[in-house]
């Protein structure tokens, strides 16, 4: 089944946008379990030309898949609006040409988006996704024969946080512990991030929420600084406002707009979100890639 909005699946997949890692790749597909009206579906996404083609797996409706997919890989956006909008821009009128196809990752589950985002902080794509990926291996459920879902937050808030502890309270260590997945200092962050999800914070009130209300709620988590919670809330939670700041957005930004001079990263994100409004979100991908793919981010390096 063809979804007609265009995407570039693989840069879309492969963009370290922290809602989840990139979905197991078989051949020219990419295959993931799903919670669809909370019954699994197992899909099978590829491309085909400048459109997603899909097949499932599972209890649920044609209608229900296109669903979930649409919103999974942002298919409702208009591309061509945002284009036409970098294109009246002098700062952003390329970004398009290295980033075409280019749409927002959303969160599948937003639990596991709120452990991505922590565990990505000062990590990189790599290591990060691999430690997700080894979590749900690990703790997650089995479903079709080998895919994993993220393990629930009850299971992380019970886990060990290394091997001492492990070691301390069993008698033996097996690995059963965060650390084993390579989440170094982030352990106790994860931990704590699961009890106050459990215990004392709805995921499902959210999004019910103002973007800066939501914002203040998940800066109360434990190792969520304001880049990782503005990560939660636009891969997680679909803050378009969002402007996600670190180090690299800062330089991308001083070059683009501000010469070069030093500016605090607070105040570059409060100028994404002035300046870009609801597109926000989106600029920020686009920059962000725009940078690795056209050279700037080598220059910014020196």
Not at 56 to 61: E, I, L, P
Not at 147 to 156: C, G, L, M, V
């Amino acid at each position: 089944m063809i979804i007609k909005a265009p995407i570039d699946l693989e840069l879309t997949q492969l963009s370290g946008q922290t809602s989840q890692p990139p979905w197991r790749q078989v051949n020219d597909s990419f295959r993931e379990v799903v919670f669809v009206n909370e019954k699994p579906v197992l899909f099978d996404v590829r491309q085909s030309r400048e459109y997603l083609d899909f097949d499932f797996t599972g209890d649920v409706s044609k209608k229900e898949s296109v669903s979930s997919l649409k919103y999974i890989y942002d298919l409702d956006f208009d591309l061509n609006k945002f284009y036409k909008y970098l294109s009246n821009q002098a700062e952003l009128c390329e970004m398009s040409e290295f980033c075409s196809g280019l749409r927002l990752f959303l969160a599948k589950d937003e639990f596991e988006c709120i452990i991505s985002s922590i565990c990505s902080a000062n990590n990189s794509i790599k290591r990060w996704t691999k430690s997700i990926s080894d979590m749900k291996c690990k703790w997650g459920n089995n479903y079709f024969d080998d895919f994993y879902t993220f393990p629930d937050k009850s299971i992380i808030q019970d886990l060990y946080e290394d091997d001492d502890e492990e070691s301390l309270i069993c008698g033996k260590c097996i690995g059963n512990n965060l650390k084993s997945c390579g989440v170094g200092y982030r352990a106790p962050y994860m931990k704590k991030a699961s009890e106050i999800f459990t215990l004392e914070m709805d995921l499902s009130e959210i999004p019910k929420m103002s973007y800066d209300e939501a914002f203040e709620t998940i800066l109360k988590v434990p190792g969520v600084g304001p880049k990782v919670a503005d990560c939660i809330l636009l891969y997680g939670f679909n803050f378009r406002e969002a402007f996600p700041s670190d180090v690299w957005i800062k330089r991308i930004v001083s070059h683009l707009y501000f010469d070069g001079k030093d500016i605090p990263v607070s105040k570059v994100r409060e100028f994404g979100m002035d300046e870009f409004g609801d597109n926000a979100g989106y600029v920020q991908l686009y920059m962000f890639h725009y940078a690795r793919m056209s050279g700037l981010m080598s220059k910014l390096k020196k």
